[in-house]
């Protein structure tokens, strides 16, 4: 009997002395949630790299609280899952913030429980405009394709193209882009001939491609997500002997994006697209990065746009923990970063405090080879472009 | 007229490519009755083999894609009378599937883990690289030698199945592999050979194929249906339905997206159930 009580007494005791140690530890987490393995792992990957970097240069360490990194994969597009995930890492990891968040559905299946719990959500990447208006709790660090579309129907029309055909992969951002970049260049007094809505599940470009020769447009507009989907795009495309003809494709940059990019080759030389990061972005902020997240990720080829915005995102996250000096106070985090301009790897950039996504530089590039690589140099930039999807 | 050409081209391409990869998931089928759904994974363990042959050892395009091709056998044949010997007979479909998509999964996760989620290129030699123009259609060279290996590799076969001894006791296998067995035909051994050449042609398939299919993890399902359909309309065993049927499909659906692109694959999948609907058994099943 004595043995059994002295037995649970130690038990009890144990407990105790970990309940203890864990409450007093002044250690933030905090949650990262991306497509870390399936047809999305380059995004989570370069979320890592892009949070590790900014760990590298910035250290571990904000207002006397150690921030621990916690990271959850989400493969897919599946909005249950997404929930989930974001209920175990607020419930069971006892985060005080979430980042991350690659698919525009896991965005929308996260927002509702973020008040509840009292954790702030900083998107990484998710680029339906919509998102940051699904909860006040909200602020996005990585762009929307409404952005990124206007400056560029602007340029087009501004270059004296009249007639262009617009093909858009058929699905939400593939909408976006088409209706941004419409009712932009129709404005500016363009005509759009006709809009290819290409299903996602194509594999050979060359019949939309031979349409669009068919057509008299001066020029062509693109969107489609990066991957295979792009690469093969962009190869038809000069394959079609369009690029011969002098047809130009202009596209958001996307559809250049780097990791894919060098897979294209040569070919894709001369496509225009506009974008608000490229990894050689000229200033000695945007170098320390590019070394601080190769490193990180451990392969140049696989370095892309999302680590950017992660480690921006990063940096709204130390600026939130400062601002509540490591207290959990989701809307106090939020307001002190609503309005916040900082110098990030691609520029100046803001929080709008009315969308909660970043006003900032877009800028046109051109595919060119240096050092043997392909790679979106800079020709042209237009400074404080606010999310165009929700200012009007 | 331009216009028709230009169709035309690129569907018997598309077609082509097609064929060349579906022929061999095709005769698995047809001679072993198994549904082999990691066979779009050994297109792509090719195409990832060639590239890395091309890009990191150096090796030139014509010594690479043989080296590769013949790589992808010896990875898979293992395999073959480790696993697929299993569930050769087509008696319990549940386990075939579970099975072959398994080593799917598990090939997409290993290339993940080993080569990284990026698309691999393959680069094409100078000669390759080029578009011609035939009757006045702009057309990369790449998709002509498409179309010329589809041809060949179509010919062989044909002469092959039909003319050599290998194709007699083939044929004899596939209609009734008991008494083949009974008769003295070494069965396994011609599974086995079988095997590495539907590996082999799907290798040789991801690797031409690359510009038209990119070379990246999730290849191993993304093109897998397609491939299924055009078995499903060839009907399985036959090379002359496997080619029909690519053709077909390579037509109705490059056409398809020309005349209506907003449609998706609403065309390609009308023709094929209309197809099946007409040939339960595909357009020229060659077991009873």
């Given at each position: 009997m004595l043995q059994k009580l002295m037995r649970i007494g130690a038990a009890a005791a144990t407990l105790v002395l970990i309940a203890g140690a864990s409450a007093g530890a002044d250690t933030i987490k905090v949650g990262i949630i991306g497509p870390?393995?399936?047809?999305?792992?380059l995004g989570g990957k370069n979320f890592k790299a892009g949070v590790e970097a900014y760990v590298a240069v910035?250290?571990?360490?904000v207002a006397g609280n150690k921030v621990e990194f916690v990271y959850r994969d989400l493969?897919?597009?599946?909005p249950g899952k997404a929930k989930s995930v974001a209920q175990d890492l607020i419930?069971?990891?006892?985060?005080q913030y979430l980042g991350g968040v690659y698919l525009t559905p896991s965005a929308f299946a996260i927002a509702p429980m973020l008040e509840e719990a009292n954790v702030p959500l900083v998107i990484f990447n998710a680029a339906?405009?919509?998102?940051?208006?699904?909860?006040?709790l909200i602020v996005r660090t990585s762009f929307t394709l409404w952005q990124t579309a206007v400056p560029l129907a602007k340029q087009v029309a501004k270059d004296g193209v009249k007639k262009l055909i617009i093909t858009v992969t058929d699905y939400g951002p593939g909408n976006d882009a088409e209706a941004a970049f419409r009712k932009t260049f129709e404005a500016a007094g363009?005509?759009?001939v006709e809009t290819i809505k290409m299903p996602l599940?194509?594999?050979?470009?060359s019949p939309f491609l031979q349409r669009v020769k068919d057509s008299d447009a001066e020029a062509v507009f693109a969107f489609l997500p990066s991957g295979a989907s792009t690469v093969g795009f962009a190869k038809a495309y000069v394959e079609s002997g369009l690029k011969e003809k002098g047809i130009k494709l202009l596209a958001t940059g996307d559809v250049t994006e780097e990791s894919g990019l060098q897979a294209v080759g040569?070919?894709?030389?001369g496509i225009r697209t506009t974008y608000?990061?490229?990894?050689?972005?000229?200033s000695a902020l945007n170098r320390d990065f590019v070394a601080a997240a190769t490193k990180a990720i451990?392969?140049?080829?696989?370095?892309?746009?999302p680590a950017v915005a992660a480690y921006d995102g990063v940096h709204v996250i130390y600026k939130m923990i400062e601002a509540t000096a490591g207290k959990q106070d989701a809307k106090t985090a939020v307001q002190s970063v609503s309005g916040l301009a900082w110098e990030s790897p691609r520029g100046p950039v803001k929080?709008?405090?009315?969308?909660?996504s970043l006003t900032q530089t877009i800028y046109l590039r051109e595919v060119a080879k240096e050092n043997g690589r392909l790679v979106n140099k800079e020709i042209a930039s237009y400074p404080d472009q606010p999310d165009w999807g929700l200012v009007k | 007229m331009d216009t028709i050409i230009g169709i035309g081209l690129d569907a018997l391409a598309y077609g082509m490519l097609l064929f060349i990869i579906s022929i061999g998931l095709s005769v698995m089928m047809g001679l072993m009755r198994v549904i082999n759904l990691a066979h779009g994974a050994f297109a792509m363990v090719g195409g990832y083999i060639a590239s890395y042959a091309i890009r990191?050892?150096?090796?030139?395009y014509v010594v690479a894609v043989p080296t590769a091709v013949a790589a992808t056998v010896v990875v898979a044949l293992p395999l073959e009378f480790l696993l697929f010997r299993r569930i050769y007979?087509?008696?319990e479909p549940l386990k075939q599937v579970l099975m072959t998509i398994g080593i799917a999964f598990a090939v997409i996760g290993i290339v993940n883990a080993v080569f990284g989620p990026t698309i691999k290129p393959i680069p094409l030699p100078g000669p390759l690289h080029g578009i011609v123009d035939i009757a006045s259609h702009t057309m990369a060279v790449h998709r002509l030698v498409l179309i010329v290996a589809g041809l060949v590799i179509a010919a062989g076969l044909w002469l092959a199945v039909e003319k050599s001894n290998f194709g007699v006791r083939l044929r004899a296998a596939v209609d009734n592999p008991d008494m083949a067995a009974a008769l003295g035909i070494r069965t396994d051994r011609l599974y086995l050979v079988t095997f590495g050449i539907a590996v082999a042609l799907a290798a040789f398939g991801g690797i031409a194929g690359a510009e038209l299919m990119p070379i990246e993890p999730t290849y191993a399902l993304r093109y897998m249906v397609t491939f299924l359909v055009v078995v499903s309309v060839g009907g399985a065993g036959s090379t002359t339905g496997a080619l029909v049927a690519s053709l077909i499909i390579g037509l109705v659906d490059t056409a398809g997206r020309y005349l209506?692109?907003?449609?998706?694959m609403f065309f390609t999948y009308a023709a094929v159930i209309l197809i099946v609907e007409l040939a339960p058994n595909g357009l020229a099943r060659r077991s009873a």
């Open positions: 870390l393995s399936g047809p999305f792992a910035h250290g571990d360490t493969d897919g597009p599946d419930i069971k990891e006892k985060v339906t405009s919509s998102i940051t208006q699904k909860s006040p363009g005509k759009v599940s194509a594999a050979d470009f040569d070919a894709a030389i608000h990061y490229s990894l050689v972005h000229d451990g392969n140049a080829d696989e370095l892309s746009f929080i709008d405090p009315v969308t909660r | 990191q050892l150096g090796l030139p007979g087509g008696a209506f692109p907003s449609y998706g």
